[in-house]
């Protein structure tokens, strides 16, 4: 009996998981998409973040290379002038590449970008939406199995009693066999 009840209960279990396995489905399928946009992003940002700061850096240190030409110029420190050449070039090359590595970062970043806010609003909203869903389907659920077990309540206490009836033998009356004497006195009476 143990285990007969063990097995119905099991059964019910996976009957209501598979219920509600499509709509968990979307909804953790939508939450792992929406974490993996967020994580992109993030990412996407961070790389623009630094290569924004290289670029900044590049301009400080081209900035800086230009004070030392004009220094080396007034100077008239002609050796200072052909490596600071040199270094400029150099410096130039570096920033156009950090410039198109930076143009890159912004049009993956721009690419990955979504408002956080919004569509995070959106997945609470189905959220919601599949807990009603899923409250008015276990509403309805626990309904039939109320209408169940009160219909086999029902069913158990008719064959209990019918089974008790059928087990006590009915009560007959013992035929009464009246005597002469007994007869006499219902005549008297009548």
Do not use: C
């Not at 929406?34 to 301009?59: G, T």
């Amino acid at each position: 009996m143990f285990r007969r009840k063990k097995l119905l209960e099991e059964r019910i279990n996976a009957a209501v998981r598979v219920e509600f396995a499509a709509l968990i489905s979307e909804l953790e399928r939508d939450l792992w998409e929406y974490r993996r946009r967020s994580r992109l992003k993030e990412e996407a940002r961070a790389v623009l973040e630094r290569a924004e700061a290289e670029v900044s850096k590049a301009h400080l240190r081209r900035i800086t290379l230009k004070r030392r030409f004009w220094e080396a110029y007034y100077g008239e420190d002609e050796a200072a002038l052909s490596e600071i050449e040199r270094k400029h070039k150099r410096l130039e090359q570096a920033i156009k590449k950090m410039e198109k590595f930076r143009e890159r970062a912004r049009a993956n970043f721009e690419r990955v970008d979504f408002d956080e806010v919004a569509e995070g609003a959106v997945l609470r909203e189905k959220a919601y939406a599949a807990q009603e869903k899923a409250d008015l389907r276990i509403d309805a659920l626990e309904k039939a199995f109320e209408d169940l077990l009160t219909g086999v309540w029902r069913d158990i206490k008719v064959s209990q009693a019918l089974h008790d009836e059928s087990e006590e033998p009915e009560e007959l009356e013992e035929p009464r066999f009246f005597d002469a004497s007994e007869e006499e006195n219902v005549r008297r009476s009548a």
